[in-house]
């Protein structure tokens, strides 16, 4: 998975910092939690409302720190929920 590679090579993705390197993860983000239902927007290139996509997912889901840093925790739980979605 592209999202797996991604942390592989960032570590915890910050959105905040070095915004513009982090444009096509943001996307890639926002529209697998579309699809799952927890991001109601249209997906883009935009790094600041992937941040607060993942604050919002990590709130309702528990995950601590939910401080908008995608990383392996965030996308496990989003890995379990898409096996529940099947």
Known sequence: MVLQSDI?????????W????KREIAFRVLE??????????TAEL????AHK???LYQTKKQ????NGRF?????LQLFNDFLHLE
């Open 8 to 16: 592989l090579r960032f570590g915890n993705i910050n959105f905040e």
């Open 18 to 21: 070095r915004p513009n390197e």
């Open 32 to 41: 697998v939690m579309g699809e799952l239902g927890y991001y109601t927007g």
């Open 46 to 49: 935009d790094p600041s409302e």
């Open 53 to 55: 996509a993942v604050i």
């Open 63 to 66: 995950i601590k720190p939910a």
């Open 71 to 75: 990383g392996r925790q965030t996308l």
